[in-house]
């Protein structure tokens, strides 16, 4: 199966070059390094969202509420940020991280103790945080002019040639690479994904490790939340409203199954990296960016397509081993 998803990874990474290699075709300045370097920043908190969903996802599980919990962080600290200008901004970063724990730590504990389907759990929440998120704001938007200088330069700070941005992106797909492979916690994840019951006779507390996958989802789109604000320098009740689709459908089409158990890193960061340059392709050979989220769905069919057809010839190959006693 792992060789399944590096050649996954490898085809999709193709599939990138090829896409930028076509529309260059068409505007030579697309490939330019700055610009490579600018779709790459653009894509920067897709590709976190997308690592936060690729764990919870492995479990057998699913976060529909990150984009909702990204919204209210965001709008928690820039309310904060105007009422206190003073605050550092990385003491913020912390508040819209620790916010964000405490909305996915809710996701995590309903599913855990109540055991409620994860796909209505988190149903509710992005009902529930959108409308908290109203609340706070009283309907209202934090514009820039409300928020302070160093709130909103700090993703932009340029350093080695990239913005800060950029360079948190890298950083926690590093973390996450971490996690995921040199952890007990990152077995776990898989081991819960691929065998929940065999998961418990080998001591793995499954709702215990859910849980924590709901946290760090939680923590890495509250995180996302002070980006998001910083980046784009508004914060709005409608902030990243439906990117929920857009972060599902980097994890699937990287190859991570929605059946769990199955997903790397790396094919998290291609599979946003992908919906990335199509964002920024659509402009360039003059089709409506209104057209990316038909586009991101039909990605999304072609990947489950392909995932299972993947899982299905892999399963007939173990069964005609046995059949053969090899």
Known sequence: MSRLVRTR??????AIVAMIGA????????????????IFNNTAILIILALGQMVVIITRSIDLSMASNLALSGMAVALINAAYPEIPVPLLMAMAAVCGLALGSIN???VWKLDIPPIVVTLGTLTIFRGTNFLIAGGQWVNADELSGDFIQATRLNLLGLPLLSWCAIAIALLFFVLMTRTP???????????PTASVYAGID????????FCISGL??????????SRYVIASVETANGYELS?????VIGGVSIAGGIGTVGSAVLGALFLGVITSALPVINISPFWQMAISGAAIILAVI????????????ILKRAETGA
């Not at 990874?9 to 193709?14: D, N, P």
């Not at 499954?206 to 996958?213: H, L, P, Q, S």
């Not at 899982?311 to 007939?316: D, L, Q, T, V, Y």
Request: charged share 15%; proline share 3%.
């Open 9 to 14: 990874e490898i085809w999709l990474l193709a």
């Open 23 to 38: 529309i260059t075709l068409r505007t030579p300045a697309f490939a330019a390094p700055g610009n490579l370097l600018g």
């Open 108 to 110: 995590g504990f309903l």
């Open 185 to 195: 916690l990152g077995r776990s994840i898989y081991a819960i994904g691929v065998n």
């Open 206 to 213: 499954v709702g215990r490790t859910k849980f924590i996958a």
């Open 220 to 229: 890495v789109a509250g995180f996302c939340g002070y980006l998001w604000v």
């Open 247 to 251: 972060i599902i459908a980097a994890c």
């Open 306 to 317: 392909l995932n299972a057809r993947g899982e299905r010839r892999k399963g007939r190959i």
